[in-house]
């Protein structure tokens, strides 16, 4: 009898050990102070200075989360994570439909997946960040964030930040050396111009050790646009430098956008100082950025920011075969708080 009792008490403390999980909130609040030349769709002057909530200027959208993970025992571990957009301005929680079909606002438009993980790498399955998001968010000084004039002048790799049922499998590191590869299969590609016959291929490796980042990002649309996006970033200690080129393609094979971007950051005692420069060489167009960080904790952080967008209009009516027009540069700046919590 105690011999039994001894043998159900070690298969219960095994499986507990085998069903280990825990669910995390975690979320962002940002909010901002700023004012830009830009135009309202109207064509009416924006030019007001007013609050700001999930902006180009913005460090970020505010967003709330939460993310689970299950130890399934032999080194597996499954896992989901859901995330939604929340606006500091008015409470609300969606940005619209994230597909032209749909008639609802999604509320978990940031993040909807779910993963197995072991020690094969990780599978990730459902609406997520891309695999061309996260190779240049390897190197980009400025995190990624709603100001990116990497982003804002080439995307990331030419494409989106997020894709719908998207399948990613990112592999271990091997001596800093990770690769990542991506797709939308077929039936899942809504936003096709032939809805179901097109899919997408996400393709990305990437090295971070020591004081160097540098990623190469390969993404293309079956009969569709195609990008390519290789950068890199250099920590000296004090000062970073950072540089990346891009070269995307449209359906019909032209060059949508190419060029280049470089940017340095510095440390000035609590302040983190960033400018970063992208040059569209195919439009003649030059984005760039200043920012700057004060932390108030290890979560809570002001920045400020100041930004120009060159001649937006006239590259966007270049690029879809429509007579391109005189258009002013977008400038704008803003004072914000971003807590993450």
């Known amino acids: 009898m105690k011999k039994t009792l001894i043998a159900l008490a070690a298969v219960v403390a095994t499986s507990a050990a085998f069903a280990q999980s825990s669910v995390t909130l975690y979320g962002v609040a940002d909010i901002a102070v700023g004012d830009t030349n830009a135009k309202t769709p109207a064509g009416a002057n924006a030019d007001s200075i007013r609050a700001l909530a999930s ?32 606006s500091l301005a008015d409470g609300s929680t969606g940005n619209g439909p994230t597909t032209a079909s749909s008639s609802d606002v999604d509320t978990f438009q940031r993040a909807a997946n779910m993963f197995v993980s072991g020690g094969f790498g ?52 091997f001596g800093g050396f990770t690769v ?34 540098a990623s190469i990002a390969y993404n293309k649309v079956q009969r569709g646009n195609e990008g390519m996006a290789l950068g890199g970033r250099y920590d000296f200690g004090m000062f970073k430098v950072a540089a990346s080129y891009h070269n995307n393609e449209n359906t019909t094979g032209q060059i949508r956008s190419e060029g280049f971007t470089v940017g340095a950051g510095a440390t000035l005692g609590p302040v983190a100082l ?30 400020g920011v100041v930004t120009e967008d060159g001649k937006r209009a006239a590259k966007a009516a270049t690029a879809s075969n429509v007579a391109a027009t005189a258009a002013p540069s977008v400038r704008g700046f803003a004072l914000g708080v971003r807590h993450n919590f």
């Open 55 to 86: 902006s180009s200027l913005n460090n970020g959208n505010s967003r709330i989360g939460f993310r689970g993970v299950e130890d399934l025992g032999g080194g597996l571990k499954a896992g989901f994570n859901f995330e939604q957009n929340v």
């Open 122 to 173: 990780e599978v990730r399955l459902g609406r997520q960040l891309t695999t061309s998001f996260h190779s240049v968010n390897a190197w980009e000084l400025t995190g990624a964030a709603n100001y990116s004039v990497v982003a804002s002048q080439f995307g990331f790799a030419g494409q989106g930040s997020r894709d719908d049922a998207l399948i990613r499998y990112i592999s271990p590191a």
């Open 180 to 213: 990542s590869a991506a797709t939308v299969l077929k039936g899942n590609d809504a936003n096709s111009a032939v809805a179901g016959e097109q899919n997408k291929y996400d393709l990305a490796a990437t090295y971070t050790a020591g004081p160097i980042a």
């Open 274 to 303: 960033t400018l970063d420069v992208a040059r569209d060489t195919e439009f003649k167009d030059t984005n760039w950025v200043l920012e700057a960080k004060y932390p108030l904790s290890k979560r809570t952080f002001v920045y």
